[in-house]
């Protein structure tokens, strides 16, 4: 029964996040992308109403910082190797491995606090679900994609 009512959740998902991307709105679409994450992840951590009321706040913070971090630092972004001399490619990938230890510090940090107010099983199933989440947000993507 579970199964079936995770498939279903799954599928219905999938849909509403997918509708937003026929549409022009770039906004729409992410925020549509949003809603259809939480309430796949919600489903997968099994959270509570309460623990839902609690996780989400602390869980939204994180996504930004996380969301800051990665903007701020990328490394060869418009960066063509071949211009490059060693000295900064180096720099770069110094930069590269900073960000990398600032996301673990991040998760770290994070990992904390969302034991405050889910089970350390739920949050297994959270990182779990992200991932699972992205797969099917990516596959859903390439489908999309016109064939020549």
Request: overall charge positive; charged content about 30%.
């Amino acid at each position: 029964m579970k199964t079936l009512r995770t498939y279903t959740l799954l599928f219905a998902l999938i849909c509403i996040a997918f509708s937003a991307h026929a549409q022009n709105s770039h906004g729409k679409r992410t925020e549509k992308i949003e809603a259809a994450r939480t309430a796949f992840l919600t489903d997968k951590m099994n959270l509570s109403q309460e623990q839902s009321q609690n996780f989400w706040p602390i869980y939204n913070e994180y996504e930004a910082k996380r969301k800051e971090l990665r903007h701020k630092s990328r490394p060869f972004k418009g960066k063509n190797l071949e211009t490059l001399n060693d000295a900064q490619i180096k720099e770069q990938m110094n930069l590269m491995f900073d960000t990398r230890q600032k996301e673990l510090n991040l998760d770290k940090e994070y990992a904390e606090k969302f034991q405050r107010v889910i089970s350390v099983r739920q949050l297994a199933a959270m990182y779990k679900g992200e991932r699972e989440f992205m797969k099917v947000l990516l596959q859903k993507l390439n489908d999309d994609k016109p064939k020549n």
